[in-house]
């Protein structure tokens, strides 16, 4: 297992009249990210898709450019941290 030792819990944002979920939501999430090593187990399950995509000739779920607009999202956050300043984009290379 890794060292996450909590799964992720979005608690601020919600449905308007479905906060009584809260509590169900976060003992699903206990138990499922209990049973799986979260560094590796949703890592696996893009590249399968990835290789069932190109065995059915479609797209995969992520893209090659969305998950180059992820990268620079956080670089851009990385940086932005670093110089205390607003980074624009595109991120120039």
Known sequence: MSGIS???LNDVWNVPGEE????EFEQQDRN???SIDATSYYHKLQIQDFLQAVLED???LV?????RIVVEMFTAIYQSQQE?????FPVPA
């Open 20 to 23: 009584h979920l809260l509590a």
């Open 58 to 60: 479609r797209p995969p």
């Open 32 to 34: 499922h990210f209990g």
């Open 63 to 67: 893209t090659g450019r969305e998950g």
């Open 84 to 88: 205390r300043r607003p980074i624009k």
């Open 6 to 8: 909590e799964p992720p």
